[in-house]
């Protein structure tokens, strides 16, 4: 009996965990963020609706990505 269609094989499903392990080389979640750093979420989150920490909301209303040199800038900034 065959799968319905909307089920992905095996080796479409690892690729599009390798297509997304891709898309985030050089940029940080803030779950990243929060364990590099030990600030809170609401911190990170706060300093990203502010504009001090540049980020590029992937959903609507929910997961960012910082660029990594983004990031960099940041925490040199706060750390002056």
């Known amino acids: 009996r065959r799968p319905p269609r909307s089920t992905q094989g095996v080796s479409s499903a690892a690729s599009d965990v390798y297509k997304r392990q891709e898309q985030m080389k050089g940029?940080?979640?803030?779950?990243?963020i929060v364990e590099e750093t030990g600030m809170s979420e609401s911190?990170?989150?706060r300093n990203i609706y502010s504009g001090s920490l540049?980020?590029?909301q992937l959903v609507e209303g929910g997961t960012f990505r910082i660029e990594?040199?983004?990031f960099q800038k940041w925490m040199k900034r706060r750390n002056s």
């Not at 940029?27 to 990243?32: G, H, Y």
């Open 27 to 32: 940029w940080k979640t803030i779950l990243q």
């Open 43 to 45: 911190t990170v989150r």
């Open 54 to 56: 540049l980020a590029e």
């Open 68 to 70: 990594e040199k983004n």
